[in-house]
């Protein structure tokens, strides 16, 4: 497959994961008012749907290289990009490297936060 319909392909899964994830949080936002229930139930919903459907790539002709590229990259990636973080760390536990797993588990959570406040206040100085 060329790149450009790769790119067609991950593109458009992620619009249709992107409009999922928004649909879900108009939906479940109201249920816990002061709790990310939304975003919460979309990383683990995420999480099983990339586990599903990557084994199912990897272990049976059911899904092609193509249709993993759209429904993987495309719809779960717009949908969470948790569940590829998640899928990732797996994947690195089950290679037997564990200091990477740990590595990369905490040191993107503790990263993400930095830059997130490092973000912010760099936003309140250019304001």
């Not at 683990?44 to 002709?61: D, P, R, Y």
């Not at 779960?76 to 740990?102: H, N, P, R, V, W």
Request: aromatic fraction near 18%; charged fraction near 5%.
């Amino acid at each position: 497959m060329k790149h450009a319909g790769a790119l067609m392909l991950v593109g458009t899964g992620g619009f249709i994961g992107s409009a999922a994830r928004y649909m879900v949080t108009l939906m479940f936002s109201p249920l816990a008012p002061g709790f990310p229930f939304a975003t919460f139930a979309v990383n683990i919903f995420g999480s099983f749907l990339i586990g599903f459907l990557s084994e199912l790539a990897v272990a049976t002709t059911l899904v092609s290289p193509e249709a993993r590229l759209f429904l993987v990259t495309g719809i779960c990636g717009g949908f969470t990009t948790f569940s590829a973080y998640m899928f990732e760390s797996t994947a690195l536990m089950k290679d037997g490297q564990i200091f990477y797993t740990g590595m990369y588990l905490f040191g993107s959570i503790a990263g993400g936060l930095v830059a997130l406040y490092s973000g912010t206040f760099f936003a309140k100085l250019w304001t």
